[in-house]
């Protein structure tokens, strides 16, 4: 029986508080006060140029897919190593999808590897800040502005996360968020586009509100609504971002127990493991820890199986992930082009050996204590 789940989706308050204060408003539609209280939240504590809540990071990737305008050809380089939709967005657009293996340290994109796979028809380059830690950012940023590629960070996973004091996501065009229920700060599904280039604001605008400028309707700029453009329902309903404030009133108290959590796996893990050549989450001298994620990387896929199984039968859920997405069947069978796969032996190396540790707000000091007696124990450490 399982007595320490993976995740458990934490409640901070307020949150059923205002999703009856939006239904007594009569309006539960999209676009309205809740919606912009999110948005706001992120545009003045981190700068974004214009935020949009989405109904998932999918939909802000897609929209972000959208608007980078590609054409037949045109590439798109995107990791392997990350969850589908950070490249599916893209290859539905239409781009050709350029693999890019994670660096040998951690499963961030290897920023020596982007230069070798930018062509004349790359268009874009998308990065994931994997578990909250930053990508080394000046590297990344240099490299896309001389090609001239629209750089867009999935941050997933990093809300309040930082690269030499600058908050992620402001570093793209355009940036994606998620508020799933696995991530820091959730609404159950939910998203959140940032567009950092103000040439993209009005079209981005229109792409949510279904192709239509409903939101210039809005502010009386026009009379009347119609269609001018592609693009979907991406906005959620004012009782999915009632919700999601409730939470984001909370972000730093959330935030604070997260990290906490995380530090207290790091002390006990790191230095131990390490002894035995077993690396973890680390955080590099240039980011910050937004406690999203703590992972081992056993020494093999075998290792880590009798590990997962140890755990499990002592009552606890620990997880792998993310199939390299370059050995996809969707990705071979459909989208490859090429006489065979590329060689990503970084990416498949996470694949086989890497393992979450639950972290989650009611996880307990003495609980976490307990997980990692259990893995020291494994390991003849204890
Ligand atoms: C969770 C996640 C997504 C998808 O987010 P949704 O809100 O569930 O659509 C995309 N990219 C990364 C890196 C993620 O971790």
Not at 83 to 92: E, G, I, K, M
Not at 289 to 294: D, P, Q, S
Request: glycine fraction near 8%; proline fraction near 4%.
């Amino acid at each position: 029986m399982i007595t320490i789940p993976f995740n458990k989706p934490f409640l901070s308050g307020n949150e059923t508080r205002y999703i009856e204060q939006a239904v007594k408003s009569g309006k539960i539609s999209g676009n309205g006060i809740f919606t912009q209280k999110c948005q706001q939240y992120f545009e003045q504590r981190y700068g974004f140029g214009k935020c949009l809540i989405t109904t998932s990071c999918t939909d802000a990737l897609e929209m972000a897919a959208i608007l980078c305008n590609l054409n037949p050809g045109d590439e798109v380089i995107v990791p392997s190593y990350t969850f589908v939709s950070t490249a599916l967005a893209f290859a539905r657009q239409g781009a050709k999808l350029v693999f890019a293996d994670s660096s040998a340290e951690n499963p961030n994109i290897d920023p020596d590897s982007i230069e070798g796979l930018i062509s004349e028809k790359t268009k874009a380059l998308v990065i994931v800040h994997y578990g909250g830690m930053a990508c080394d950012m000046d590297r990344i940023v240099e490299a896309s502005a001389r090609h001239h590629l629209i750089l867009i960070e999935d941050c997933a996973q990093a809300i309040c996360s930082q690269y030499k004091g600058r908050p992620l996501g402001s570093f793209g065009q355009m940036s994606t968020f998620s508020f799933h229920e696995t991530k820091n700060v959730i609404c159950g599904e939910g998203g959140m586009l940032a567009i950092n280039s103000p040439a993209l604001f009005h079209r981005a605008e229109v792409i949510w509100e279904k192709g239509t400028n409903r939101a210039d309707f809005s502010r009386g700029i026009v009379s009347k609504y119609e269609w001018m453009d592609t693009g979907s329902s991406f906005l959620p309903s004012e009782i999915t971002t009632a919700f999601l404030w409730g939470q984001l009133e909370n972000c730093d108290n959330i935030q604070r127990r997260r990290i906490a959590i995380w530090l207290q796996y790091y002390g006990l893990l790191h230095d131990r493991l390490s002894d035995i050549g077993i690396s973890t989450s680390n955080i590099a001298p240039y980011a910050t820890c937004n406690g999203h994620l703590f992972y081992l990387l056993c020494r093999s896929y075998d290792e880590r199986k009798r590990l997962m199984e140890h755990l499990g039968g002592n009552g606890i859920l620990a997880v792998s992930h993310y199939l390299s997405l370059h050995r996809s069947p969707y990705y071979r069978q459909k989208l490859n082009s090429g006489p065979s796969i590329p060689e990503l032996p970084n990416s498949d190396r996470y694949e086989k050996t890497l393992l979450r540790l639950p972290l989650y707000y009611e996880l307990e000091t003495e609980q976490v204590n307990h997980i990692c007696n259990l893995i020291l124990q494994f390991y003849n450490l204890s």
